[in-house]
């Protein structure tokens, strides 16, 4: 009975290194592929077909065209990194400052604040509503467009309020006591304390900036401002 | 009486008076909550109305009254059955395929015995989490192109013709789904191989006195020890059901496949910011987020019913 289990145990865990290394390799392949495709020449393409893993000759060629020095590649990457380094620091300020005073439990009017916070999770005035106001704040084609309207996720808000809420009062109690300001504490000793989850929430929201492109579709018309996904969109690979 | 009220409200000012800095840490995210959430909610007013896009914004105010006709043209055009049930089917294709592929997932990286192996998994499977939409098509587009793409080269091997994938009603939903299944199974991994994790290994050795074998195991232990985080994750999955994933088939889409995947968020967008149509689409936006915020209400609801801890 044993020796039969055992089998039966070793089957699957032959079955399970197999799948999961497919599965592995599901997930590796497609992006290898997609950065072979994009450094084969032409030449290369027509003769092997599509239908390859490594390039025989590595050649810049598509490169040398993407990133020549008038390309509006260059432009699109600053804007790319402009909302992702200028919208994730606003983003992290904001969510710090609201998640810290919420995390006060004795802040008067704290449960109205709470439920106004809330309520924006669940219901939105939708895509049109929200189009016109960005066009009456004459926001339209500005680059600030990609980083105020969306200057705090509610959500990793509350993430955050409550990892504040879980650190020790006794620990500010002192800072408090030699005359900080909430903003100096919160500076000074909480974010300290909560580094680990400072840089998880940073890196939800830099992720998010990065791989963003709906707003600057709709928002943004000329293409000097477009962002580096949305530009070249699918020529890389092609070119 | 009135003396204790009087110094109870004294005490409440103070009080207010003490925490005067934290409003004032508070206030750039209330004042960004107000102008860029609240906002909007005003404009849904438009979805009663008959606003013209040369009245801007206050147009909202101003505009003419006109009731429920925007509603009742939606639901009486073909789009209405077409958008909705597309909406609701992709929703629950996505539920079908996509949410018990993760859990399976970390049933399977549970068994490993290699902690290596199994962190180079777990990377490996993270990673089409941070590729966004736009990579996912480029993908998609070698893997299914009519021309060149590899799938259509294996069937052209094998004596058959190629498909057009991408722009065949027959597979779009099955690409749509698979490809979103593909970026999100390891990332919503972790969640189960935390609940895994935070079962007591004492009951393992238990039932390994007892005799269990390992699927025993897996069904009598670690099956149970995650079903109260399946179920919230279930439960709170459930209040998306208006959202089939609006910026996957914003990118996949294209006319030849509008009558699969179409969806309310799509033909918005559409009619709203193509065809400027702002009232008409604004009432089909707020006949989503109603029905939405009934199903956030209801699978929140249910939570609780449930024991488990809703979103509020």
Redesign the interface.
């Known amino acids: 009975m044993k020796i039969k289990?055992s089998a039966s145990?070793r089957l699957?865990?032959i079955f399970?290194?197999v799948?999961?290394?497919l599965?592995?390799l599901?997930?590796?392949l497609?992006?290898l592929?997609?950065v072979s495709?994009s450094l084969v020449s032409q030449a290369e393409i027509q003769e092997r077909?599509?239908?390859f893993l490594f390039p025989r000759k590595i050649d810049y060629s598509a490169y040398k065209i993407l990133l020549n020095k008038d390309s509006i590649v260059w432009n699109a990457y600053g804007i790319t990194l402009f909302r992702v380094a200028v919208g994730t620091l606003i983003q992290m300020?904001?969510?710090c400052?609201?998640a810290?005073?919420?995390s006060?439990k004795?802040?008067?009017f704290r449960g109205i604040?709470t439920g106004?916070?809330?309520v924006?999770?669940?219901?939105?005035?939708?895509?049109?509503?929200?189009?016109?106001?960005i066009?009456?704040?004459g926001l339209i084609d500005s680059l600030w467009v990609l980083v105020?309207?969306?200057?705090?996720s509610?959500y990793n808000?509350l993430l955050l309020r409550n990892f504040f809420m879980s650190i020790p009062i006794t620990l500010e109690e002192s800072a408090v006591l030699d005359g900080a300001?909430?903003?100096r504490t919160?500076w000074s000793i909480i974010l300290p304390l909560s580094l680990p989850s400072i840089m998880t929430i940073g890196m939800f929201y830099a992720?998010g900036h990065?791989?963003?492109?709906?707003d600057a579709a709709?928002y943004i018309k000329g293409i000097s401002k477009n962002l580096m996904?949305?530009s070249p969109?699918?020529d890389?690979?092609y070119l | 009486m009135s003396g204790m009220a009087r110094k109870k409200h004294l005490c409440?000012v103070k009080?207010?008076e003490k925490?005067r800095?934290?409003?004032l840490?508070?206030l750039?995210?209330?004042l960004?909550?107000l102008?860029?959430?609240?906002?909007?909610?005003?404009?849904?007013l438009?979805a009663f109305k008959n606003f013209k896009p040369m009245q801007?914004?206050m147009g909202?105010f101003t505009g003419e009254w006109v009731g429920l006709t925007h509603f009742k043209q939606f639901f009486k055009s073909v789009y209405a059955g077409r958008v909705i049930v597309n909406t609701v089917w992709i929703f629950f294709l996505r539920l079908i395929w996509g949410f018990p592929a993760p859990i399976i997932?970390a049933l399977?990286?549970n068994?490993?015995?290699c902690a290596k192996?199994k962190k180079?998994?777990q990377s490996?499977?993270y990673?089409?989490h941070?590729?966004?939409?736009?990579?996912v098509?480029?993908?998609a587009?070698?893997?299914f192109n009519a021309d060149?793409?590899?799938v259509n080269?294996a069937l052209k091997l094998s004596g058959h013709d190629s498909i057009s994938f991408l722009s065949d009603s027959k597979y779009f939903r099955s690409i749509l789904v698979g490809t979103g299944v593909?970026k999100g199974i390891?990332w919503s991994s972790i969640i189960y191989l935390a609940a895994i994790a935070g079962i007591d290994t004492q009951l393992y050795e238990a039932a390994e006195m007892d005799g269990a074998?390992?699927l025993q195991k897996v069904w009598h232990i670690t099956l149970p020890g995650i079903a109260p985080v399946i179920a919230i994750q279930l439960v709170l999955r459930m209040g998306n059901i208006m959202n089939a994933g609006f910026?996957q088939i914003?990118l996949f889409y294209s006319p030849a496949v509008y009558d699969v995947s179409d969806i309310i968020?799509t033909y918005?967008?559409r009619m709203?910011?193509g065809s400027m149509k702002?009232s008409f689409?604004?009432a089909v936006?707020?006949f989503?987020?109603v029905v939405g915020?009934i199903f956030?209400?209801g699978s929140n609801y249910i939570a609780r019913a449930i024991g488990q801890e809703g979103?509020?």
């Open positions: 289990m145990r699957f865990v399970n290194y799948f999961l290394t599965l592995s599901v997930f590796v497609p992006m592929s997609l495709t077909g599509n239908l300020t904001v969510t400052m609201l810290y005073a919420l006060k004795n802040l008067p604040i106004f916070v809330l924006p999770m669940f219901i939105s005035g939708g895509l049109v509503p929200t189009y016109l106001l066009k009456q704040l105020i309207p969306n200057a705090m509610i808000m300001t909430p903003l919160l992720v990065w791989n963003e492109w709906f709709i996904q949305y969109k699918y890389i690979i | 409440f009080n207010i925490y800095m934290f409003y840490l508070a750039p995210g209330l960004y909550l102008i860029f959430h609240y906002g909007p909610m005003i404009g849904v438009l801007g914004f909202i997932l399977l990286l068994e490993v015995q192996y180079a998994v490996v499977s990673f089409p941070f590729v966004s939409y736009i990579v098509l480029a993908i587009r070698q893997l060149g793409g590899y080269v593909w390891g074998g390992y910026d914003l968020d918005v967008y709203g910011l702002y689409t604004t936006g707020l989503k987020s915020l956030v209400v979103i509020w």
